[in-house]
């Protein structure tokens, strides 16, 4: 390599001393303006640019000024009118229109949709900041993928752009719910598994059949016999149950593992087949070669909030692990999940929705013009049918029927143990009552279903009442005090004021599914004294505000007419 040393020319006196000056001011200039802002020296507005190429220095130096822009991610400095929160977008056209809550010059509107692209609607100089986004060829989107955002530019110095905006839309057009139905087996000693690969069996500490010995370790030996579902030609996956655990194994086709590969399981324990998800749907995620992650949020009137208990109650009980095929044709990862943290559940439910996901990413170095490139190929699959980008809308998912093994010997077991209970104390009751008339005394039978049954149907009459009180059901069922007390604990476990509480709040969830009623008339009707005190006790109670409910109560009531219809309609 040839080199050329340049030598400098010496500088006198004068020049010294121009130096130390132009260094001085600049270094002035520059502490001046770091001291005012604490931010990236750009001006992308169109006003910011402007002014930075019309500012110069006054002072005879013919330095050009430096402008420092602020630049701020904040969600709270704009309100979204359309499209309202929690909306489902079942059209090709959606207007979209914020309202800037400081002073701008600009705004720009954009569409975040399908995990990495993002349509600029336009930038706007006047009210109304409103445009239409054009989705006829954005296929459906899920509370995830879809995000509205938008950019505010105030002056010469700030630039607010909103921060990603998850949660809050959902774009879907009208796809049937998936019918795709799986029957989860139950494990226990009569079997439908393979018990010379490892199934040993014990009773679980409340009682009910369970794996002694079993480990989680991916062996797909272990599950011969039990039936399971593909997934296209991809995956094939199986479950079981017991009384506290779902077990879930599925053996993936890949020749090529990275890192970016992955199974989904999503599960919806009450089955509310809703198109959001919220605090009791779960989202588990496992890489082969990485670590499990789980997503739950919780719905908020104006967003969410990540439900960080809750994901970290199922990444401490969850166990699970992967093996990958000797021929290096695949992977098959094992799981362990109890039911307790899947929702507000301890048992097994009839029914619940559920999903399986698969993507398979693939990166093939290729020499291209002389230079090797990395090309990336992605792929998914859906058991229940789901799309790549609303796999997270439980509609779409499918069902799983929890089967229990001999259930018909299990009811009858229960049946003869039932009847002989009740056949031994009905023998008890006429014991104590022949027992009382030989000693005399008086014996007055209970009133009609009973004392507490009368207490409780008191209350209900009166929930509109704000002075309801103890006195007036005294009054109502003509018994003392100690023995409406002593009633109400012994049949609801609970005092006369939370048993009170509670049954407005479960009147108020009722009322809820009348469109025409706001949240002000349901606390009325329902005998708070005002709005904030219904509020304050029906989160306290349901750990989530009351207009989150409401909102969700008719969702699913316009879900529910909106697929009889569909359903009539299939029936013509």
């Not at 109890?338 to 619940?352: C, K, N, S």
Request: charged share 25%.
């Amino acid at each position: 390599m040839l080199t050329k040393k340049i030598s400098p020319r010496p500088a006198g006196p004068l020049y010294h001393a121009a130096l130390i000056l132009l260094i001085l001011h600049v270094g002035s200039l520059y502490a001046d303006t770091a001291a005012a802002v604490d931010t990236a020296r750009v001006a992308d507005s169109p006003a910011a640019l402007d002014s930075l190429t019309a500012l110069n220095g006054d002072d005879g130096g013919g330095l050009p000024a430096v402008l420092v822009v602020r630049r701020n991610i904040v969600a709270d400095k704009a309100r979204i009118v359309s499209p309202e929160i929690r909306s489902v977008l079942s059209g090709d056209a959606v207007t979209y229109e914020i309202e800037p809550k400081l002073p701008v010059d600009s705004v720009k509107l954009f569409v975040r949709h399908s995990q990495t692209l993002a349509d600029t609607l336009g930038v706007f100089t006047s009210p109304p900041f409103r445009a239409v986004w054009d989705c006829s060829k954005v296929p459906d989107q899920d509370q995830l993928h879809l995000q509205f955002g938008y950019i505010l530019y105030s002056g010469d110095s700030l630039v607010v752009t909103s921060p990603p905006l998850p949660h809050r839309y959902v774009l879907d057009r009208g796809r049937k719910p998936s019918k795709k139905v799986y029957e989860v087996k139950q494990l226990d000693i009569m079997g439908a598994f393979n018990i010379r690969a490892g199934w040993t069996v014990r009773e679980d500490d409340e009682g009910v059949a369970a794996p002694a010995s079993f480990e989680i370790d991916g062996d797909w030996s272990k599950w011969e016999g039990v039936e399971g579902q593909d997934i296209g030609d991809i995956a094939h996956f199986r479950m079981l149950w017991t009384g506290a655990r779902l077990f879930f194994i599925i053996r993936v086709k890949d020749s090529s593992i990275t890192p970016l590969d992955f199974v989904g399981l999503h599960l919806d324990m009450n089955r509310e087949r809703g198109r959001f998800q919220d605090i009791n749907h779960r989202n588990l995620r496992f890489n082969p070669i990485s670590r499990s992650r789980s997503y739950t949020v919780e719905l908020t009137s104006d967003g969410f909030v990540h439900a960080d208990s809750v994901n970290m109650a199922v990444s401490e009980e969850i166990r699970w692990n992967a093996a990958f095929d000797p021929d290096g044709r695949g992977y098959t990862i094992e799981v362990s999940l109890p039911f307790v943290v899947l929702a507000d559940i301890v048992y097994a439910p009839g029914r619940f929705g559920f999903d399986v996901t698969v993507m398979n990413v693939d990166r093939v170095s290729k020499n291209i013009n002389g230079i090797d490139t990395i090309i990336e190929t992605s792929s998914f699959y859906s058991w229940a049918g789901s799309g790549r980008f609303d796999r997270y809308n439980p509609r779409h998912w499918g069902t799983a029927r929890v089967v229990q093994t001999a259930a018909w010997l299990k009811n009858l077991f229960f049946i003869v143990i039932g009847l002989s209970v009740l056949a031994f104390l009905a023998f008890m009751a006429q014991m104590m009552v022949a027992e009382r008339r030989k000693d005399g005394l008086d014996f007055e039978l209970p009133r009609k279903g009973g004392l507490a049954e009368a207490v409780v149907e008191c209350i209900e009459n009166g929930l509109p009442d704000t002075k309801f009180c103890l006195e007036d059901v005294l009054k109502s069922v003509g018994a003392r005090e100690d023995e409406v007390v002593s009633a109400i604990q012994k049949s609801h476990d609970s005092t006369f004021d939370r048993l009170l509480e509670f049954k407005r709040l479960k009147h108020s969830q009722k009322l809820m599914r009348d469109s025409s009623l706001d949240i002000e008339k349901i606390a009325g009707l329902c005998g708070f004294v005002s709005v904030d005190a219904y509020r304050k006790s029906y989160k306290a109670l349901m750990n989530v505000d009351p207009d989150v409910s409401r909102t969700a109560a008719l969702d699913k009531i316009r879900e529910d007419a909106e697929e009889k219809r569909r359903d009539d309609e299939d029936d013509d």
